[in-house]
C-alpha cells in the first residue's frame, strides 16, 4: 500500500483561507486523515510500517488541490505559433482547419502528450478536451497518467455526420469505465457547425448514453447576429431548445452571452473562460466581464494555437485584470472570487476532487513560494495568481501519484519533444489540406 504523509502543511481552502500547521495523511489514491501537527503524529501511527510512508515536511510551502483545465485542444499545442497576427476568419479557415485536414492519429497523440507534459508542469491534474481522433486523446492521457474528461467532437454539418456520431457512440461504450482518470461525453463542435435538428440529436444521444456534452457557444458577435438572422435565436436558445441544458454541460467560451440567455443556465452549466485567445484574436470584450456574478465559470486555455500556453492559472489571471480594466473598477474581480472560481472546474467534472479533505482523491499540488517571484508571501493565494509561474509547482500529485517530485516532472520529456520535432517537419511537408468546416 502506498502511504505519504504531507508533514506540517498549510492548507489553501477554496475560500482562499489558510489552515497552518495540518498533517495530511494520504493512502493509496485518497486522502484518508487531516489532523493538526503535533497532534501526537495519529496519521504516523495509521501506517504499519513507518519506513513504507513518504513523509514530506510542508511546513515552509502550500498545499492546494490541482488545477483545472476546463477548455482545451491539447492536440493543437503541435501548431502552436503557426498562425499568428492573423484575423479570426482567417485564423481559421486559411490556417487551423486546412493544417488539421491533413493530421493524423500519431500527430494528435503526440501533440497532446506534449500538452500534458505543459499541463502537469503547471500543476494541472485535469484537463476537459475538445477534439477529433479521441481514441489517439485517450491513449496520450492514459500513458501520461493526468486526469481527462474528453468529448468527441462532432461536426454537424460535415458530409460524415452520421458516422462520427457513431463513432463516438462507440467510443463511450467502449471506453466509459476505462479508468478512475477518465470521464467522455460528446462535444457537438457548436451550434452554428450542428444547426437545429443535429444538436437535438447529439444532445438526444448524450442522454441515452447518459453522459454530458461540451460545446463553444457565442464566441463572437458575428455568431449571436447570424445565429439570430437565421433562427431567430440566439446560439444559447438553440441550445436551450435541444435540451443541452438538462444535462452537464460545459460551455467553451460563452463569451457573447445575453442578458436573456443567463435564465437557461443552471447548476449543471459551467463556462470555461479563456481571455488570453479572446484577446489574441480580437473577439471583443463580450459579456462575460457584465454578467460574470450570475454564471458557473471557470477557466480553460483554448488549444495552444490560439494560447500559446496551457495554463488555466494564467487565464484566471488575465480574466481578474480585464475584469478590472474594462469595468474601470479596481475593487472587483477579487482574489478570493477569483480562485474560489479556479477551484469550481472541479465541481464541472465528475472526479472526487477540488479540495483538500478527508475522503477526497489525492489530487494535490505543493507550491514552493519561497522564490524571487513569489517572495514575500502577504498571503500565499496573491503569490500564486498574481506572481507564480511553473517552478513554484513543487510538486503535482494525481490519485496519490507524483507526476511532478521535487520540480521535475516523472514523464520522459526528451522522447516527447524529439518526437514533435518529426511531427513539425511533416505539418510543414504536408502543408494544408481542403477543409471540411467553415468558421
Ligand atoms: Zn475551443
Not at 508533514?7 to 493538526?36: C, F, L, M, P, Q
Not at 502528450?113 to 481522433?133: P, Q
Request: proline content about 3%; charged content about 25%.
Amino acid at each position: 500500500m502506498k502511504k505519504i504523509l504531507l508533514k506540517n502543511s498549510n492548507i489553501i481552502n477554496n475560500d482562499a483561507t489558510v489552515d497552518k500547521n495540518k498533517d495530511i495523511y494520504i493512502e493509496n489514491s485518497r486522502i484518508v486523515k487531516i489532523i493538526d501537527t503535533n497532534n501526537f503524529n495519529l496519521c504516523c501511527e495509521n501506517v504499519d510500517n513507518n519506513d513504507s510512508c513518504e513523509i514530506i515536511d510542508c511546513s515552509t510551502y502550500y498545499v492546494s488541490p490541482g488545477l483545472v483545465n476546463l477548455h482545451s485542444h491539447a492536440a493543437m499545442n503541435i501548431f502552436k505559433g503557426i498562425a499568428e497576427d492573423v484575423t479570426i476568419d482567417d485564423w481559421f479557415n486559411k490556417e487551423i482547419f486546412p493544417y488539421e485536414s491533413k493530421l493524423q492519429p500519431e500527430d494528435i497523440y503526440n501533440g497532446v502528450k506534449l500538452a500534458i507534459l505543459e499541463m502537469l508542469n503547471n500543476g494541472v491534474t485535469a484537463f476537459a478536451d475538445h477534439y477529433f481522433g479521441q481514441e489517439s486523446v485517450l491513449k496520450a492521457a492514459m500513458d501520461s497518467k493526468i486526469r481527462i474528461d474528453l468529448a468527441s467532437t462532432i461536426f454537424g454539418l460535415a458530409p460524415n455526420y452520421k458516422e462520427q456520431l457513431q463513432n463516438a457512440k462507440e467510443f463511450i461504450s467502449k471506453n466509459r469505465n476505462i479508468s478512475s482518470r477518465v470521464n467522455l461525453r460528446l462535444g457537438p463542435h457548436a451550434p452554428y457547425t450542428c444547426p437545429g435538428e443535429i444538436l437535438s440529436e447529439i444532445v438526444n444521444t448524450a442522454k441515452e448514453l447518459n453522459v454530458g456534452i461540451h460545446l463553444h457557444v457565442s464566441e463572437t458577435k458575428e455568431q449571436v447576429d447570424t445565429s439570430l438572422d437565421q433562427t431567430k435565436k440566439t446560439p444559447f436558445e438553440v441550445l436551450y431548445e435541444s435540451g443541452g441544458f438538462d444535462i452537464n454541460t460545459i460551455v467553451a467560451h460563452g463569451l457573447w452571452v445575453e442578458e436573456n440567455d443567463i435564465k437557461y443556465l443552471n447548476d449543471k452549466t459551467y463556462f470555461a473562460f479563456c481571455p488570453k485567445t479572446y484577446m489574441k484574436l480580437a473577439m471583443g470584450e463580450g459579456n462575460i466581464y457584465k454578467y460574470h456574478d450570475r454564471i458557473n465559470y471557470s477557466f480553460g486555455t483554448d488549444g495552444g494555437a490560439s494560447s500559446n500556453t496551457l495554463n488555466p492559472l494564467e487565464q484566471a489571471r488575465l480574466f481578474a485584470l480585464n475584469g478590472k480594466f474594462i469595468n474601470n473598477d479596481s475593487e472587483s474581480f477579487k482574489i478570493k472570487d477569483i480562485w474560489k472560481h479556479l477551484m469550481d472546474g472541479h465541481k464541472a467534472l465528475a472526479f472526487n476532487t477540488g479540495e483538500i479533505k478527508e475522503g477526497k482523491d489525492a489530487d494535490i499540488i505543493i507550491w514552493d513560494l519561497n522564490r524571487p517571484n513569489t517572495f514575500p508571501i502577504y498571503n500565499p493565494v496573491i503569490s500564486i495568481l498574481y506572481s507564480s509561474n511553473s517552478e513554484n509547482v513543487l510538486y503535482t500529485m494525481i490519485e496519490g501519484e507524483f507526476i511532478k517530485y521535487k520540480g521535475k516532472l516523472t514523464l520522459d520529456e526528451k522522447e516527447v519533444l524529439n518526437n514533435i520535432s518529426n511531427v513539425q517537419s511533416s505539418i510543414l511537408e504536408r502543408g494544408k489540406g481542403k477543409s471540411n468546416v467553415n468558421y
